[in-house]
């Protein structure tokens, strides 16, 4: 049994920030090479905190889905997994065992040699007939990033792609740094020029820097009187969006795996956590806002204030994924970071397989089954508000500056609105799911929409309105 | 059978606003001689739109808890009320038939004759053994507001002061108006003087500015070098906060209903939706986040998220006001000014008999009961925004220049955290509690907090923190 891991960043604010991790996970989990693909997210959830709870076996891999190392993949990541690592990931990746599992993280996919194969593919969507006549590659890069590693993966890429002959010329040009984009007329001679934008997705850079420091006006732009005029340049998507970045990641597990066999066992915890839940299920139960019903052999899941409501006045989902996305904003249509606020939208009911229950349960309210049935065991460890304050590193370091006055100023607005009960506060909670409360709820550590605030309460930004974490 | 209805300003934003009205509706509730004493509020639930629905009988004497006539009770409350009356009340009241209910609406109580003693009380509390010899009675009036009824009240009760032979002095002082407070040394004799502040309670007027315009230090202050010293002046409470306010009420309400005789009858609607409901709690229902349950004769009411808590866990309350008090504010401790909002506070239950589930589900979700009964015997009509919104005076007048998109945008925020479904905006609502389904509740009308929120809206103030709508 394997388990793959995606990380993202995530947003506290933006709904769409998951969106690409959520379409590779669905990609990888349709090839059906890893028994379960699960995603955990810096800004959502599950947490980095949480997310090896969550996972069924005790053979892991966990893959950044960055598109270049960095701080996130070298310092946030490795910490809040717990790997006791830090600093540049060697190419065959960090491995460790926690809590019985083995796990190990990998380089983010961005800087996997594969990814010179994602280029070619984003190439060619613009540019079908390429060759190594008449066309031009500019592999096109930041640059200038705290991360040395980020130009050299351009380069990296654009020797391989020179190598593999596709091309008529190769160019690596960075936004930050020389060789800048804007140059390109003085170097790229060939009259057909294919620019891909080695960035994880559109954005600020792929819609407006670029095409305005290289003169392009769309997707193909004529060039009249650059000093190798006529040209034409063909500007290509982004590679981070690629579906064929799901194959890096394939290759980048394979490679992080190496040659240790068939894999890990059913962890326990989690298998006893489901076991116990299921049991709920069979008879009917709540965990939350919601209410899980038996029905003719399948489960229907609803928001509990839905109960009785007619099916026709309620949308139907019958997708773990239709569920999902169905209730990632709220009423008013925000973004719910945390699902254990309560605002769970009602309006819908889910029905779905024995099967698929685990997996609903688990978008619904990332890591609460595992976290409360740790507890109704007497398995869970709180990690009191000092020790998650310490272990903040950047824009964040400045959280251990709180006073205890303020953490709990925060607590008052951000987690009086949440199900959980603090217990790194010192809170206790006699009971849970397990013991049949559906709004009983764990929360062994802050949360980071907690520290987030905590940090904007300490700058003196809180309470302003449009909060602009989102780090 | 008759009904006795107090109106309070209430607030948005202060959980503490109410209280005063509580307090003498409790006082009053005591006495025993209504049916039945209702608490409505301009700014708080019930709301003035929805008080005369929740009213359990047809002969229904309403009264404004205010200290003197204005805006509030010439304009605001008639209007709200549906009286079909704008401007100043004579003094023997307003009656109207309205859904076949005798409605009596009376001056405030702070016009009434019967201040006197209220004033006179508060003089003895501060000097018990005042007397025609040697103390002097101040009556400190405010002056000068929009109504110029307003001195004229602190005139007459000083004339009947005067007249009833306990002072040696009489004076009506002001604090914005002629004859000032400030000039009290140069009119007053007597070596001991009361000062009677005829305000509704303490504020920023009572415990700053008269202290500060007369030179008093505490309760007591002894003044040395006044023309006429030695002189101590003796600062008594605010008369609108005296129990005997609530005679006051109990007179005001009498001579209102004059020689009407016996009362009313129960009125069939409302008495229509507590019978069904109370056939629901009898089997165990849930109604909004609440559910009740039928207990050895009793019935425990706690939030639905508590289901299942240990007893021991939760905090046991016994009666209607502990339940009121208990669930006022969020888990955050902030106020509740709608009780709909998803923010039903946790960690309680309540033990109650048949007799007090009325009042308490009532309070917990003012008007929820009647309203959803109505809907659910087609008998609810919805109020349109641009009706509601033409209705509105004062600083609110200018919501009628919201865009639906901004009514949209105000209802994203405010609404999408409410249970109601809002059939002033067109929303469809298949069920309600008497169909089974808990958050299935009715919004007839835009509630005074959406309304102040629009008026942000409209003003650019919102989304800028700490609104600060509360007129």
């Not at 006893?272 to 939350?288: D, H, P, Q, S, V």
């Not at 029905?351 to 398995?379: D, G, K």
């Amino acid at each position: 049994m394997r388990s793959l891991v995606l990380i993202g960043h995530g947003s506290h604010l933006n709904g769409e920030s998951a969106g690409a991790v959520y379409r590779y996970a669905e990609l990888l989990r349709e090839r059906g090479l890893y028994d379960e693909v699960v995603e955990g997210y810096w800004k959502e959830e599950p947490s980095l905190r949480q997310v090896l709870r969550t996972v069924r076996s005790t053979d892991v891999t966990v893959i950044p889905m960055f598109i270049s190392e960095g701080y996130f993949t070298e310092t946030v990541i490795p910490r809040e997994l717990g790997l006791g690592h830090q600093g540049p990931v060697p190419p065959e990746g960090v491995a460790r065992v926690l809590g019985g599992k083995t796990v190990r993280y990998t380089l983010p996919y961005g800087v996997h040699p594969a990814m010179s194969e994602v280029i070619l593919a984003r190439a060619r969507e613009v540019l079908p007939d390429l060759n190594a006549e008449d066309t031009a590659l500019i592999v096109l890069g930041h640059g200038t990033t705290r991360n040395q590693n980020s130009n050299r993966v351009i380069y990296g890429n654009a020797d391989r792609l020179r190598d593999s002959g596709h091309f008529a010329e190769v160019h690596a040009l960075f936004l930050d740094e020389d060789p800048k984009v804007g140059t390109w007329p003085d170097v790229v001679k060939a009259p057909r020029v294919v620019v891909v934008p080695f960035f994880a997705s559109e954005g600020w850079h792929t819609l407006e820097t670029i095409p305005e420091d290289m003169g392009l006006t769309g997707a193909v732009t004529e060039f009249a009187d650059t000093p190798n005029a006529p040209q034409t340049v063909y500007y290509a998507a982004p590679v981070g969006t690629h579906p064929d970045v799901a194959e890096v990641v394939l290759q980048l597990a394979q490679e992080a795996r190496g040659a240790s066999g068939a894999g890990g066992d059913e962890d326990h915890g989690h298998a006893a956590a489901w076991n116990a839940f299921l049991a709920l299920a069979r008879r009917g139960t709540r965990i939350g806002e919601a209410m899980i019903t038996p029905q003719a052999g399948m489960y229907e899941l609803r928001h509990a204030l839905d109960e009785g409501r007619p099916a026709a006045d309620l949308q139907t989902l019958v997708t773990v994924e239709g569920l999902r996305d169905r209730t990632r904003r709220d009423e008013g249509g925000h973004h719910r970071p945390v699902h254990t606020l309560r605002n769970l939208p009602r309006g819908w009911r889910a029905i779905l397989t024995e099967a698929e229950l685990p997996r609903a349960v688990h978008n619904l309210y990332p890591a609460v089954v595992e976290e409360s049935y740790a507890h109704h065991t007497h398995n869970l460890r709180a990690t009191p508000w000092p020790t998650t304050a310490r272990r903040q590193t950047g824009i964040y370091t400045k959280v251990t500056r709180a006073t205890s006055e303020q953490v709990e100023e925060v607590a008052q607005d951000v987690c009086s609105k949440c199900l959980k009960t603090r217990l790194w506060a010192g809170e206790r909670l006699g009971s849970t799911v397990f013991s049949g409360v559906p709004g009983a709820i764990p929360c062994p550590e802050a949360c980071t929409l907690f520290i987030a605030e905590v940090r904007e309460e300490v700058s003196g930004k809180r309470g302003q309105g449009g909060h602009g974490h989102d780090h």
